[in-house]
């Protein structure tokens, strides 16, 4: 049996050290990734967004007492209107389609007696007061709103209370909308929170003072019902 050459030996040895270097630096690159990356994976599918509409109404108040506030408004918004809710059946009756082009066709300033009201029934009416009977007539009835969805309250992986939204203006540049341009939605069931495109949600609309243990919370909720096609 032939012994093998010291030089080759030597080079075997440099061989398998420079190997077990590459695999040393392998698995400690692969440590630093799961250790970095499945954790942002986790937050990333499973924890969604939310913000308080109390919040987004008292933003309105504030911005309303700065001199200096600036109504921002993000490029190239998706915006949801009329044109894009369609008609259909449910539970036996027919959704009429209402667009936020209805819902936000009027200017609505928030005070602070509104936030919290001395006299709930003033407050109350100085909120009906500048609703449009247009838009009051819509009270109670059962509607298709098609927006974009942003998560109040998660129930496991589905959400059971939620903003819809005219645009994506909130959940992508974080910039508040005005209190016509959402909608507080309750469904029962819940529903995926689908954010990146809009959905249409069938239900009965409420218009007025939303109010949620005293706070303003807005001025239209939606009792939801079902989606409508192939939303969800």
Not at 33 to 62: C, E, H, N, Y
Not at 67 to 95: C, F, I, W
Not at 152 to 161: A, C, E, F, I, R
Request: hydrophobic share 40%; aromatic share 4%.
């Amino acid at each position: 049996m032939t012994k093998p050459k010291p030089g080759k030996i030597k080079k075997t040895k440099r061989e398998a050290k420079a190997m077990a270097a590459a695999n040393r630096r392998a698995s400690l690159m692969l440590g630093i990734t799961l250790a970095l990356g499945v954790p942002l994976f986790i937050m990333s599918v499973s924890v969604v967004p939310t913000r308080s509409p109390k919040d987004l109404v008292r933003a309105q108040a504030v911005r309303l007492k700065s001199s200096e506030a600036v109504n921002r408004s993000a490029p190239e918004l998706a915006t949801v209107e009329n044109h894009d809710v369609l008609q259909g059946p449910g539970h036996g009756m027919k959704y009429s389609p209402v667009g936020f082009d209805v819902l936000s066709s009027f200017k609505f300033v928030v005070t602070d007696q509104m936030l919290n009201p001395g006299n709930p029934t003033d407050g109350s009416s100085k909120i009906m007061n500048q609703i449009p009977l247009s838009v009051q007539d819509l009270d109670q009835k059962p509607i298709a709103l098609r927006g974009f969805l942003l998560p109040v309250k998660l129930n496991g992986p589905l959400t059971t209370d939620f903003l819809l939204l005219r645009n994506q203006g909130l959940c992508c540049y974080g910039i508040a909308p005005k209190i016509t341009e959402w909608v507080n939605v309750h469904m029962s069931k819940g529903i995926k929170p689908i954010l990146d495109q809009p959905v249409t949600i069938c239900g009965t609309l409420h218009v007025g003072e939303i109010r949620e243990n005293g706070y303003l919370v807005g001025i239209y909720r939606l009792d939801g019902e079902r989606t409508r096609g192939g939303d969800q």
